[in-house]
DNA sequence: GCTATTATATATCAAAACGATATATCAAAT
DNA sequence: ATTTGATATATCGTTTTGATATATAATAGC
């Protein structure tokens, strides 16, 4: 009981950088870590809420003109928080492929909607490793580098693992067009 | 609107090369498919219950002794929405790893932790190649190549890609001794 | 033979996440 | 001048997660 959302852990971490709107932090998330957490607002704005009773947060509203905006900072209790789950060595770590489902139990259709469904696939690691690879060589020309050392080494996982998708890609279709088609 | 259960097609799919229970279901998907996809029973029976009032599948209630058992078989309905999924073309892919979530925000505590964060990752990797690769072996001394292709290919998924996630153990630990400790 | 443990089997529940949608303002482009 | 796209917040139904409860059958150890 008393689960932990994993979302809360995602804001803070992002909070304890600078000072953001859920609209802002959707971004975030969207951006440098999309390719291993995604947030939807659905989530995020139940977790301000949240968090803000806790204590964990603070709120600040503005508003230009008619436009109203709140801006959420961390506190010292949030930045604990932050600070305990980092510390603890569990982590669930997980993946939900329905591209290797459709694979898996694909037998039933013919050989060809595989080999359409690995190259689907494949354009879109294409584009995401060209995006992410684009990011990480300007954190590389990025003067501080001491500060974005985390960066650069999650981004790295992300190129790595997309290589191994690319690499596998091409296996998968050689395997599958060597035997004939259905 | 109507949004599609994913649960259903990995039920459907296991129920089209067999009849099982919703505890062999459980089974199927924590063996061969657990490194892409996982369920739960909060899960998946409910949505048993749920196709076999589309019908989907049809149920065959047996008691052997005070043990009550519920088989489940897919109908031909249930065969073609299975098809119809197997053709989509779209697939959501996605991960959530939460070891490069504290890694991303670890720069607020120490390298030591983040270290040993990676630590922890790459053990759990070594443990799951290993059975994978068990498996993998198994696969190719199996008579029934064709039929196992697909099982072959999904698992030289998980190798690969676990294979790569452990090149960036190594080059993520060295960058952060590297650069010495806070 | 007795007992403890593990495997089989189904089910439910609160909390969390997902994904779509609604609403409205502001900025930029056509 | 108008349409498109970005900013900004919010809600809602459905699905998923993870934990827990319950009970029987089989197996292993003493």
Redesign the interface.
Known sequence: MARER?ID??IL?LL?HEDLTGYDIKKRIDG??S????GSFGNIYPALKGMENQGLITKNDTSVGGREKTTYHITESG?DA??D???E?????????????????????SRG??V??IE??EE?IQKDLKVLKKYSEALEKALDV??H??????A??GI??Y???L??CA??KK??KQ?GGK
Do not use: C, P
């Not at 390719?35 to 995604?38: A, H, I, Q």
């Open positions: 994993k852990m995602v971490g304890s440098a870590i390719f291993f957490w995604k930045s932050l600070k789950w980092l510390k060595e569990q982590a669930s770590n997980e993946l939900k492929y329905e591209t290797l489902l459709k694979l898996f139990f694909g037998g039933a259709e909607v595989s359409h469904n689907v696939f879109q001491e500060d050392i985390y960066y650069s080494i999650t790295s996982f790595e693992t290589e191994a998708y690499k596998w296996k998968a395997m599958l035997r």
